[in-house]
């Protein structure tokens, strides 16, 4: 369906411009003189002028104007052109991503546009942080966590911890609860 339809377009588009351009062309040869011998006036008057059979150029029917021509000529090229254009499907060349980034400090969320390639060198989904950004609410220069691919919440992985393990403080945090009560 889509090569028929790219295929009248073109042939559309051919015939318009032939046909703009042929009338444009023997308006200007009737404007300098060519049948005649004495050039005309002005050229608009060569295109508004109605034509005889008994004329040099009489373009087929009785009272013909050439501006019709080239009207006719510029409306079938358009249609061509359209119908040419919207049969060619234009792929994007870097498939673009909408991100919702979360600032560390305020928690504020905002969206940034990303390219998909770039979202998966990043290490995305396995890391989940971008590089250095700056906050437009804070204005600090932080890490942003990514809460949001293309409108669809990040789901965090489950960790496998369970029971009393999952309730133990880890690192500073087991040293500070020691000195507290110690």
């Given at each position: 369906m889509e090569k028929k339809?790219?295929?009248a377009g073109l042939v559309l588009l051919?015939?318009?411009l032939i046909s703009l351009f042929g009338s444009l062309t023997l308006a200007y040869l009737d404007y300098v003189g060519t049948w005649t011998g004495t050039p005309k006036g002005d050229f608009l008057s060569v295109l508004l002028e109605p034509r005889s059979s008994s004329e040099p150029i009489s373009l087929g029917m009785e009272g013909m104007m050439i501006i019709y021509y080239v009207v006719g000529g510029l409306?079938?090229?358009v249609i061509g052109g359209v119908l040419?254009?919207?049969?060619?499907?234009m792929a994007p060349i870097v498939e673009e991503v909408m991100i919702t980034l979360m600032c560390s400090s305020c928690k504020k969320t905002w969206e940034e546009s990303v390219s998909k390639t770039t979202l998966e060198?990043?290490?995305y989904p396995r890391v989940r942080t971008l590089s250095r950004r700056r906050c437009p609410r804070c204005g600090r220069f932080t890490r942003?966590?990514?809460v949001a691919v293309g409108g669809e919440p990040v789901r965090e992985p489950v960790k496998g911890v369970v029971g009393e393990e999952a309730k133990k403080p880890t690192g500073r945090r087991r040293a500070k609860k020691?000195?507290?009560q110690g």
């Open positions: 339809k790219l295929s051919i015939i318009g409306v079938i090229a040419s254009a919207t049969a060619m499907k060198s990043m290490g942003p966590r990514i020691a000195k507290r």
